[in-house]
């Protein structure tokens, strides 16, 4: 099984990284494959687009490596902090 657990949080020493870390660890333990995604230090970081701008997004290769990533996914695990 290939799981792919996707974090943000700007902050390295986050608690949502070491929950990620945590995660990995278990996954691999059961001969899983993983990859972990922080979208804060990743070369497919995008930025906010407004609504107009979306076509040209739809066809945008980051788009696309993101899509790829999810499509061979057979679990996705997101991890990310609530800010109140």
């Known amino acids: 099984m290939h799981k792919l657990i996707i ?4 902050s390295s020493k986050a608690f949502t990284h070491s929950i990620a870390k ?3 660890e278990l996954s691999l333990e059961k001969a899983d494959t993983v990859e972990i995604l922080d979208l804060y230090k990743t ?6 687009l407004k609504y107009e701008d979306m076509k040209e997004i739809l066809i945008d290769s980051t788009t696309k490596a993101l899509q790829e990533k999810i499509a061979m996914s057979d679990e996705i ?3 990310f902090p609530i800010w109140w």
């Open 7 to 10: 974090t943000a949080n700007p």
């Open 22 to 24: 945590k995660l990995e």
């Open 43 to 48: 070369d497919l970081q995008q930025e906010y």
């Open 77 to 79: 695990v997101f991890v």
